[in-house]
């Protein structure tokens, strides 16, 4: 299960995605995944920075996702569960999500199916050029008072300022870029 929440917020715990009724009443095991939202799961710098950088390489929450992936698929039949059949079920970002790990060359073949509900990685929410990332990381670099300008001449400095900014401030401070409904600041790259 990939929980949505326009990959801005969002957890697997809330009630409402509780799967014990399902896994009760079907021959289904459930298990769900938590992943990096907003700026921790998609903060997108790589064209600014220096090839060897690691730093702000965007479509974080979607490796946590594929590293999730690959542990149920290793570790299923340790819980009785065939690892051979294991479908992913995502609602919103999530069936964004999903529809990215059908596909990625990282996690196909590991799931055998789908199930998509109200949100694909085509959706106009679920997706952004990496040019417009870029502007969203920058904005946010200038909001936390990480001048975005140096990344030319000095774009150790700035990260490194990015780094020491608490993660309260940055949670607060991504939601500068959004643009009205279903305009998050935050997709995949």
């Given amino acids: 299960w990939i929980y949505g929440g326009g990959y801005m917020s969002g957890t697997s715990t ?3 995605y509780d799967g014990d009724l399902l896994a009760a009443t079907f021959d289904v095991m459930i298990a769900s995944m938590q992943y990096r939202l907003g700026a921790f799961g998609s903060l997108y710098l790589t064209p600014e920075l220096p090839e060897d950088s690691d730093d702000a390489p965007g ?3 979607l490796w946590d996702q ?3 992936i690959k542990w149920i698929k290793e570790n299923a039949a340790a819980f009785g ?5 294991i479908t992913l079920f995502g609602e919103s970002a999530g069936g964004g999500s ?3 790990h059908l596909i990625s060359p990282e996690t196909r ?3 055998r199916r789908g199930i998509i509900q109200s949100g694909t990685v085509n959706a106009p929410w679920s997706y952004m050029t990496g040019e417009r990332a870029v502007d969203i990381a920058k904005k ?3 909001d936390c008072n990480c001048n975005s300008t140096t990344l030319d001449s000095n774009p150790i400095a ?3 300022c990015m780094r020491a900014v608490d993660a309260s401030t940055i949670s607060k401070k991504q939601w500068n870029s959004y643009s009205g409904i279903l305009g998050f600041p935050s997709a995949t790259t």
Avoid: F, K, R
Avoid at 81 to 85: G, I, M, W, Y
């Fill in 81 to 85: 569960a065939d690892p051979e059949t």
């Fill in 158 to 160: 700035t990260m490194s």
């Fill in 109 to 111: 073949g590991m799931v």
């Fill in 59 to 61: 479509n974080m929450g």
């Fill in 98 to 100: 999903v529809s990215v």
């Fill in 66 to 68: 594929a590293l999730a």
């Fill in 140 to 142: 946010l670099l200038d």
């Fill in 14 to 16: 809330l009630d409402i």
